[in-house]
Each structure stands twice: as C-alpha cells, then as structure tokens.
C-alpha cells in the first residue's frame, strides 16, 4: 500500500473527506473526536481511552519527533484510527527509535493525512462525536455503509476489552509504604509508575475482580483507572466499589471517576463531543486555583439528580453554581471539588467520611502538564493517615 494513496474519511451522516493514506490501509470505524494537544502523539496513539475512538488531531504538523518505546502507554493501540493534516516525512530527536508514518504501519493503525483538519474539527464540534469509517483502496459507498453502520458509544462496554486478562505487579523502587490495587479499565503505563515512584507497590487486577479477591490482596489503598467507552455497563466494577467504599482509601480517574459516581448514587451522561486535549482549563473550588490538564472522556457525571434538582441553564461564563454545592450519598457527603472552565461540568469530588476521591482528568499528564500531579501525593497521604 503507498503512503501517497488516496483515502477517504466518511461521517455517519453522509459527510466526506478526502486524504491520504498514512498508516494501515483499513477500513477502520469508531466515534470520531478531536485532541488539542500539540505534542505527546504516541501517548494518545496508545491510550487503551481511545479504544473505538478516530482521533483528529488539531495540531497541523504530528511525527517530527518520531516515536519511542519509551513513551508508550500500553502493551500495543487500541484505537480505531488516527487523522492528521501533515505528518512529518522524517524524524528529529535523540530519543526517536524510527517514524510515526512506520510506527502507524507495524501496529497496525489506520491513519490519513492531508485531510483539512479544521473543517473537520469545526464539524465535530457542531455536530458532536459520531460514527465514521475511514481508509483506502475501498470505494466511497462501502465507507459510507460502515460508518451508517457503525454503533454509537453510548451503551458500550469497551472498558472489558482493554482490561487486563490477568493481575500483575508494579513494584516500587522507593522505599516502600504500602500496596495500592489498581483496578484496570485501561490504565495507562505512567498512572502506575507516577504511584510506584512514590513507594507503593501497584497490584493491576482485571476490572472483574471482585471484593472479596480485592481485599486479600490487602490494599491500603485501591485505585480506578482511565478507561474508554460507557461506564454505565460496568456494572459489575460497581457492585464491587460499593462494597468497598470506607474500608480504605479510593482514588478514581477518568473512567474510574465516573465509576466511583455510579457507585456513589450519581448519574452519568454522554458528552456533546468530550474533552480530548493536554490544555484544559480547570478550577479547584477550594481555593479557585486552575489547574491546565490533560482529558480524554467522552462521559461526565451529573449529581444534580442526586440533589433532586435539574442543573441550571448556563448564562454567560462558568460559575459555581452550575454545580450543587454538596449532596448526600449512601456513604456521607459528596462534594464537588473541581470544575471545567470551558463548559461548566463536573471534574471531581470527593466523598470525605469515606475517604474516597476522583478526577475527571490525568494527573499523570503523559501527555501534557503536570499541574495535577500533587493529587498522587494527596493520595499518598491519605493512605499514609489512615494506615
């Protein structure tokens, strides 16, 4: 297959857009989103998050550095494909082990570039997330077929397909503390590493482990991972947290943020287009500080219902009161902790009799900033006070 061939990108509601082929000739399907983030394109190439995801990346020019072993996320990609508007012909870096036009060949990875990523960029968000089908050497009609027919993300459970098949260990290099089990939704390579290099070993478990199996592992501390698709399916991970919850401290994010919501008594619900990027905006509403992170989740939670209310309309900027101010849930209080600046939603909260706490972002950026790293340490402490 050339890397100059014609290749196409098909919208579920009839739309196309036209490229060239860059990676693996396909055809390849999944929900359409965009990533804002201008470097780090490995880590979200291989973020099990993206499982059944086409990822349109809005920076214009994606390979320059190449690509590394060093900076992979997971064991091999997950996601459906990857769209850019110029990817680089050669690679400049001392850590480059080869291309990213090669590196998307031997994964496997159906890409396209030279597609006007802006127009589609624009037509994603005024249109939201949806299905597409994407490659070449096949006809206009049978993309337009596959992407019609292509299902929608609400009511998938991805999050068992990326899981790990069996439990394994990350052993801290540090002096040692204690044992965190990490409950696996898609959990990312530095998500462990960012908890092991603070003196926890970190015991990964398959998202179907049960309580019982949890807790003769003898966590100090249990963790939820990010993960792609609905956490609504998941169903078994939360009847397992609600027979967790107080007996240690729990720290979810992402996916295991909306989990942990689920399991507390919340609601989930299906965003217009997400939060896929390394630059969002968000305010810790203890003190109002923002801090810039890294997101990929295409689900938020709603604890207006929770409260027995409806959220307000937005009118004007984000403000607080987009957000109840506290609500009560089957373990005590929950508070919201954190807030998106860009649309006003929920980015964590905690629940404080139960010692349990989650964020709707990376703090172990990979990519992106580290402004939110602190909440490993916030973890840490948690652990270390009640241990």
């Not at 890409?111 to 206009?140: C, F, K, N």
């Not at 399916?233 to 397992?240: I, K, S, W």
Request: proline share 6%; with cysteine.
């Amino acid at each position: 297959m050339s890397r100059t061939a014609p290749a196409l990108l098909c919208t579920a509601d009839g739309e196309v857009f036209r490229g060239r082929a860059a990676g693996a000739s396909g055809p390849a399907t999944g929900e359409v989103v965009f990533n804002t983030a201008m470097s780090g394109y490995q880590e979200v190439i291989s973020d099990p998050s993206y499982a059944g995801q086409v990822v349109v990346m809005t920076s214009p020019h994606i390979g320059n550095y190449g690509v590394t072993r060093d900076d992979e996320q997971s064991s091999h990609p997950h996601l459906g494909g990857l769209v850019v508007r110029s990817l680089s012909r050669r690679d400049s870096n001392w850590r480059s082990e080869g291309t990213l036009s090669a590196y998307l060949v031997e994964k496997g990875i159906t890409a396209i570039s030279e597609i006007d990523t802006r127009r589609l960029t624009r037509y994603i968000r005024d249109r939201g997330a949806m299905p597409v089908a994407m490659g070449s050497d096949i006809d206009e009609a049978e993309l337009l077929r596959l992407a019609a027919e292509t299902p929608l993300m609400t009511g998938l459970d991805l999050a068992s397909g990326v899981s790990t098949a069996i439990r394994y260990e990350v052993e801290t290099t540090v002096e040692r503390k204690g044992r965190i089990v990490a409950i696996d939704l898609g959990i990312k390579r530095d998500i462990a590493a960012s908890m092991a290099s603070r003196g926890f070993d970190v015991t990964v478990v398959p998202l179907a482990t049960d309580a019982a199996e949890i807790r003769s592992l003898g966590p100090d501390g249990i963790f939820l991972s990010n993960g792609p698709g609905d956490p609504e399916p998941l169903t078994v991970v939360v009847a397992t947290l609600r027979s967790l919850i107080g007996e240690v401290p729990i720290f979810g994010i992402c996916l295991g943020h909306q989990v942990l919501g689920l399991a507390a008594g919340a609601s989930t619900y299906k965003m217009r287009f997400g939060h896929h990027g390394a630059n969002h905006p968000v305010q810790r509403l203890s003190d109002g500080k923002v801090d810039i992170t890294s997101q990929n989740h295409g689900f938020a939670v709603d604890l207006w219902p929770m409260a027995g209310a409806s959220a307000p309309p937005r009118r004007g900027l984000v403000s607080r009161d987009l957000l109840p101010a506290e609500v009560s849930s089957g373990f005590g209080p929950l508070i919201p902790t954190h807030q998106n600046l860009n649309d006003g939603s929920l980015e964590g909260m905690a629940m404080p009799d139960a010692a349990a706490f989650s964020v709707q972002y990376h703090p172990e950026a990979a990519p992106g900033p580290r402004d939110a790293a602190p909440l490993f340490d916030q973890f840490a402490s948690m652990i270390e006070g009640t241990s």
